[in-house]
């Protein structure tokens, strides 16, 4: 959600700058910007709405010739896309700033502002922060005084990059609620929201406490910590590969993570499962403790986290016999749920992130010092593993497809360690279940690979889509999760509105949606609620819609008119039928959208990390 990149080196910074906004593209697109200073030490902008190839056809890298410089892609949050709204943000050509995330009390500092006679160009929220450096450095030593005098003033979420002719060779940096990274140099330092907008140009990463303050040059870094003490933070060196943000020989980003999950999923199995047993200690040193003593669980996520939280509410209370509930984030964070003792909160996120997520947490923490909290994440350094007691990671890589697609798989294959290890301590799984569950995932890459193989069948039947509007997906049990998640993908995706219902509700009211323009996609494995969902499959088929079902071999479903079938695999278990039937619905969405014409890897309105409310 934002991306800034900055850097101070002894060469042109634009052309790097450029580079990395179009590797931070992912965290928003919908206008970009940057601001050098220039050899004759003055602050020059360039700002263009749209996406950053737009940026960079109006820009001569070469020409834009200064060794300090920070630039932004954007996510619109006060202000609509545009050129004006774009950062970075200047004050009287002094001070320039880039920003991810919201100062909630800008009004209130705009109206101050105003008094001092500081004038507002833009609809932003980020101005404030413009402005209000300049004022503080009217009365402080340098940049860094004034940046610290005037965060105090902020309040909200935010990280900002700084720059100024009064401190030429230097940036300033500062994080509070949005993430921000150091990237060492061997000639000169960097600032990112995410490390792979850096790995040109370093490997080694200081990923910026919660208060943090940096006062950056080409040969130092001080870091002041929320108290104004200078501080060390370590500095770590990324495993990330510069291959591995490439779309390599794919079309897209989406469809190459697709196409990943077999690796992804042994990947995350990897050291967690021996001979036939999960592993207590892949989720931490106190985690089998912990786990003896949990009597209840609270998932907490957003978007595709919470739909695979939604699958590991049947597995948790199937498998382990422990009471769990689930709710979105931004729904839990602001009401006053009864926290019992000895929960097990939970959180899920590629990210780490997810601002609503990250915060349920804290105030989890702070109601009740008697839970224990785990997250299952993506991403190593995220504020959600630091401030987790327990963490299980999930090894999908990178993803950058806005849309996420192997991260939801290896968050299942997570989930199901989870419930079995949990069911484990709670002495609910015999050695003999674990077996079974643990050979069931140990197929799990071939099954995914075998499933990938459909996709020429769903090529021809996304076409069905050409002049749809509205969509339907059914599932029963832990197969309406997944219904849920094909739902949400087609509509980021390809605009299309998708609804999903358990298959047994459609009488109750949905049915009424049902006509001819409206595809139906059912989701059949072979489990006890398979007849039932068949008879749920003739009350839609009478009325007229084109069915899709995917089925298990064995779950036979009576062909009828209008009616395709396509059978993903045979004798699938109640943890991998979730996970595999996942892979048709992707690709689904995937080919719907290149049918309607959208931008796949970046869809309207949509951002990868959602690091404000
Ligand atoms: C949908 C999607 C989002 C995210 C949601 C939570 O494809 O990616 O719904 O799942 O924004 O993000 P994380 O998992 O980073 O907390």
Known sequence: MCG??????????????????????????????????????????????????????????????????????????????????????ICNNSVGVVH???????????????????????????EVIAHGIHLAL???????????????????????????????????????????????GKYGNFITSDQVALLDVTKQFIFLEEGDIADISANSISIFDKNGLQVEREIKTSKLKNGQISKGNYAHYMQKEIFEQPQA???????????????????????????????????????????????????????????THIEVASEYRYRNPVILDNTLFITISQSGETADTLEALRSVKKRNAAVHSLTICNSAESSLVCESELTFLTHAGVEIGVASTKTFTTQLVALALLSVVIGKCQKQVSEQQEKVIVDGLKRLPGLIAKALEQEGQIIKLAKTFKNKFNALFLGRGAMHAIAMEGALKLKEISYIHAEAYPAGELKHGPIALIDRDTPV????????????????????????????????????????EGMDIIPI?????????????????????????????????????????????
């Open 4 to 89: 800034i990149i900055g850097g101070i080196c002894k060469k042109n910074i634009t052309p790097l700058l450029l580079k990395g906004l179009k590797r931070l593209e992912y965290r928003g697109y919908d206008s970009a910007g940057l601001v050098v200073l220039t050899t004759d030490n003055t602050l020059q902008r360039v700002r263009e709405a749209g996406k950053v190839d737009n940026l960079v056809s109006n820009i001569d890298a070469q020409n834009l010739d200064g060794k300090v410089g920070i630039a932004h892609t954007r996510w619109a949050t006060h202000g609509k896309p545009s050129t004006k709204n774009a950062h970075p943000h």
């Open 100 to 126: 991810n995330g919201i100062i909630e009390n800008f009004l209130a500092l705009k109206s101050e502002q105003q008094k001092q006679n500081y004038h507002f160009t833009s609809d932003t929220d980020t």
């Open 138 to 184: 009217q009365t402080c030593e340098n940049l860094l005084e004034a940046t610290q005098k005037a965060i105090k003033t902020f309040a909200g979420a935010y990280s900002i990059g700084v720059i100024s002719p009064t401190n030429p060779g230097h940036i300033i940096a500062a994080r509070s609620g949005s993430p921000l990274i150091i990237g060492v």
């Open 265 to 323: 999923i042994s990947d995350t199995l990897e050291s967690r499962i021996t001979k036939d047993k999960v592993m207590i200690e892949a989720f931490g040193n106190d985690a089998q403790q912990i786990f003896q003593q949990v009597e209840h669980i609270q998932i907490i996520a957003c978007g595709t986290s919470y739909n695979a939280g939604l699958v590991a509410k049947y597995w948790l209370e199937d498998i382990a016999k422990i009471p």
């Open 521 to 560: 996609i059912a989701i059949a494995p072979k489990d006890e609620l398979l007849d039932k969902l068949k008879s749920n499959l003739q009350e839609v088929k009478s009325r007229g819609s084109h069915m899709i079902v995917f089925e298990d071999e064995a779950s036979n479903v009576a062909p009828m």
């Open 569 to 613: 695999t045979h004798n699938l278990g109640r943890i991998t039928a979730p996970i595999i039937f996942t892979i048709p619905l992707q690709l689904l969405s995937y080919h719907a959208a290149l049918i309607k014409g959208t931008d796949v890897d970046q869809p309207r309105n949509l951002a990868k990390s959602v690091t404000v409310e």
